[in-house]
């Protein structure tokens, strides 16, 4: 069973930052490619960024230059560095991965607002 627990949500004013915590289990970490999705309200889940099991990084246009995605393969854990934030990253942040099958944490809520 594969488990997945975001961590580091919570409420920041425009223009400041937070990062993401994704810890993973029941699964070969390293080989794993990892990705962070976001779902704003009435709105469809849309996929933020990704980063392989070799280290290679891509990102949504909405924030490219603003985010980025990294791994700890020895603390099996993905973050995600979000500067310049604005009130349009307002979302739920959810970790995913495909290991047999879809894989979803429950979220973390980021609110931007001052």
């Known amino acids: 069973q594969v488990y997945l627990v975001e961590s580091g949500g919570g409420l920041v004013q425009p223009g400041g930052t937070l990062r993401l915590s994704c810890a993973a289990s029941?699964?070969?970490?390293?080989?794993?490619?990892m990705k962070w999705y976001r779902q704003a309200p009435e709105k469809e889940r849309e996929l933020v960024a990704v980063?392989?099991?070799?280290?290679?990084?891509n990102y949504s246009e909405s924030v490219k230059g603003r985010f980025t995605i990294s791994r700890n393969n020895a603390r099996n854990t993905v973050y995600l560095q979000m500067n310049s934030l604005t009130p349009e990253d307002t979302a739920i942040y959810y970790c995913?991965?495909?290991?047999?099958?879809?894989?979803w944490g429950r979220g973390t809520q980021v609110t931007v607002s001052s």
């Open positions: 980063i392989s099991s070799s280290g290679d990084t």
């Open positions: 995913y991965v495909y290991y047999h099958r879809d894989n």
């Open positions: 029941g699964l070969n970490f390293k080989i794993a490619t």
